[in-house]
């Protein structure tokens, strides 16, 4: 004797005639579907930008990241400007001698950054 009804006489559970009052189960309207065109512009995709051309190959890993430092400091432009090139030589230094930031390089463009010279 199983507990689960298995080996049972009597009809399949889905067969089982409905109660008087219930009608069945109610249609609902159209089900949820992605677009064709959607998908094909999700996949098209194409990459642009600075981190795209030193993948490809266009640019080095050095300007790549000379272009993020300039990036970041943007919002600094009315420092005078040694203390700007100040700034963005302390990060381009840190960019390519702190390990996790070099890590951080390497996983985003694929290369290390050249070390800052002594």
């Known amino acids: 004797?199983?507990?689960?009804?298995?080996?049972?006489?009597?009809?399949?559970?889905?067969?089982?005639?409905?109660?008087?009052?219930?009608?069945?189960p109610a249609k609902t309207g159209q089900t949820f579907e992605v677009?064709?065109?959607?998908?094909?512009d999700a996949v098209s995709t194409v990459e642009t930008g600075p981190l795209a051309e030193v993948r490809s190959g266009k640019i080095s890993v050095d300007a790549y990241l000379d272009h993020k430092v300039a990036d970041a400091t943007k919002h600094l432009q009315g420092?005078?400007?040694?203390?700007?090139?100040a700034i963005r030589s302390m990060l381009r230094d840190q960019l390519a001698s702190?390990?996790?930031?070099?890590?951080l390089v390497q996983k985003a463009t694929g290369s290390t950054p050249t070390p800052p010279e002594e």
């Open 98 to 103: 702190d390990p996790q930031l070099v890590e």
């Open 35 to 40: 677009g064709g065109a959607q998908k094909a």
């Open 1 to 24: 004797m199983g507990i689960d009804g298995i080996g049972k006489k009597g009809g399949i559970p889905g067969n089982i005639p409905a109660s008087p009052g219930v009608s069945g």
């Open 79 to 85: 420092l005078p400007s040694h203390e700007l090139g």
